[in-house]
């Protein structure tokens, strides 16, 4: 990552050179940009294209809310239900789910992301599968296996192999979206691509497929805590 500057704000901006047609821009974060360019592309070409929409990028940004940091927290959503979150400095780390609340002991304050991330991960991960088997099992729709991650610019993926792997983060959206998420990954691996196809076919699943993809583009990032 490095730092440019856009209008009078800096920003941190990944390039990633991929197996992509054209340039792709997301913002992911207050004052982050990943950028994904075919193999061949010149950095002259990206630099002239945030120029060009220098206008757009700081809207954009404006609009995405920074993250809190996780001590400050109080309450989380997991699948619209509301947790009660509590840190506090203890010998040893741990994190402990309890009815609806979530108690975090960290040793040290620079540890806490790496306990939440570690221990929610678990978590998230038998939800998101149970829910992919149930839905796959529900349109009859086969996959080889699910990963849980956490990346900070994606919701999903679905191989060429048919492995599905999911941000972990997605339990925070409430069910619909969730589903949604899981729902589109799935529709993956009949059509690999984002055609027309695609998007019939995912309506057959999710026929609030729109609202929810508006959704995500307006609010996804934003529910994400690390």
């Known amino acids: 990552m490095e730092k440019i500057k856009i209008g009078e704000k800096k920003f941190l901006i990944e ?42 990028i700081l809207r954009q940004n404006k609009k995405i809310k920074k993250k809190k940091r996780l001590n400050k927290i109080k309450k989380i959503e997991i699948l619209g239900e509301n947790y009660e ?25 620079n540890k806490l992301k790496e306990i939440f991330d ?39 993926s679905c191989s060429g192999m048919g492995s599905l792997n999911f941000n972990w983060q997605i339990i925070l959206f409430p069910m619909d979206k969730f589903e949604h998420v899981i729902l589109h990954e799935l529709t993956h691996l009949t059509i690999k691509n984002h055609s027309r196809a695609f998007w019939e076919l995912l309506e057959k699943y999710d026929s609030n497929w729109r609202e929810n993809n508006r959704w995500l583009k307006r609010e996804g990032t934003n529910k994400f805590i690390i």
């Not at 992509?20 to 070409?45: A, C, D, E, F, S």
């Open 85 to 109: 979150v509590e840190t506090k400095k203890a010998l040893r780390d741990s994190l402990v789910i309890i009815d609806k609340n979530i108690l975090i002991n960290y040793s040290e304050k």
């Open 15 to 56: 390039i990633k050179r991929k197996r992509v047609q054209t340039l792709r821009l997301r913002i992911v974060g207050k004052n982050k940009i990943v950028v994904n360019i075919p193999w061949l592309m010149p950095l002259m070409v990206v630099n002239k294209f945030i120029k060009n929409n220098e206008g757009w």
């Open 118 to 156: 570690k221990k929610m991960r678990i978590l998230a991960g038998k939800l998101i599968k149970e829910k992919t088997r149930e839905l796959a099992n529900k349109y009859n729709l086969h996959y080889e296996k699910v990963g849980i991650k956490n990346q900070s610019s994606r919701y999903g």
